[in-house]
């Protein structure tokens, strides 16, 4: 597991930081780094390649900055999907803010209330045991310009094809984030079989999809995406969700 704890009081970070090495012999964490940083600029530099064993605990107020460790957030997701971001703070009432922002986080605990030791062990054994299921989990691989990326298919919606670069595409999420892709959907139609063809610009992952909206003529996905389904595709998509749905059920 690899912890990465930004706090700008050197104080409250040692004692993270002891915090989290108890927690981890507690509850039999094989490998532990903890990665320290004071400010923002610093981690932006530390940043890890993506993994579910990233976990980054954030203060949001950095350097007197309120919404610091938000602003952070964003840049952290956008690089990492498959890390767990866990927010410590005095602010609750930044609590909404973090859907404003997105960023998918899994906690957020208060400084001054409650056993901050007690929740961020349940946390970290919420995080172990996500890490031991996705061994098994498929992931979706893509090149970005620096490095690979592995994303889990669930946290797919779908693909557009981008028409001002036909050699590329636009990969969307379930929390909400557009990534190009360097593949065209030709491309990740032809080696992506899990997907569906349901409009000539969309590749759609129906194991996202709520329902077809045949009056508009769309697939409208659990998280409020929509995306054009062609006509003569509606019924085949409607037909492979209610498979999928009697293979949930059994």
Do not use: W
């Not at 989990?137 to 094809?161: G, R």
């Not at 636009?170 to 984030?177: A, E, L, P, R």
């Not at 992506?192 to 996905?221: C, M, T, W």
């Amino acid at each position: 597991m690899n912890v990465f704890i930004l706090e700008d009081d050197h104080n409250q970070q040692r004692h993270l930081k002891t915090m989290i090495e108890k927690i981890s012999r507690e509850i039999s964490v094989n490998e532990l780094k903890i990665n320290l940083f004071a400010s923002t600029d610093q981690l932006k530099m530390g940043l890890p390649v993506a993994s579910k064993e990233n976990v980054f605990i954030l203060d949001l107020e950095i350097s007197g900055i309120k919404t610091a460790g938000l602003e952070i957030s964003r840049v952290i997701r956008k690089h990492d999907e498959l890390a767990s971001i866990i927010f410590i703070t005095v602010h609750d009432e930044f609590v909404y803010t973090t859907y404003k922002y997105r960023v998918s986080a899994l906690d957020f605990i208060a400084k001054d209330r409650g056993n901050i030791q007690e929740e961020l062990k349940q946390d970290l054994i919420h995080i172990q045991k996500e890490v031991q299921t996705a061994v098994t989990e498929e992931l979706f691989t893509y090149k970005s310009y620096y490095d690979e990326v592995q994303i889990p298919y669930k946290n797919i919606c779908y693909f557009e094809a981008n028409h001002n670069n036909t050699h590329s595409s636009i990969m969307y999420t379930t929390d909400n984030q557009g990534i190009q892709l360097n593949y065209n959907l030709r491309t990740l139609a032809k080696n992506e079989k899990r997907f569906f063809r349901g409009h000539r610009s969309y590749l759609i992952n129906p194991q996202q999809v709520k329902h077809v909206d045949f009056l508009h003529h769309q697939a409208v996905f659990y998280n409020g995406l929509v995306c054009p389904v062609s006509r003569r595709h509606e019924k085949e998509l409607f037909k492979l969700l209610k498979c999928q749905f009697k293979l949930e059920k059994r």
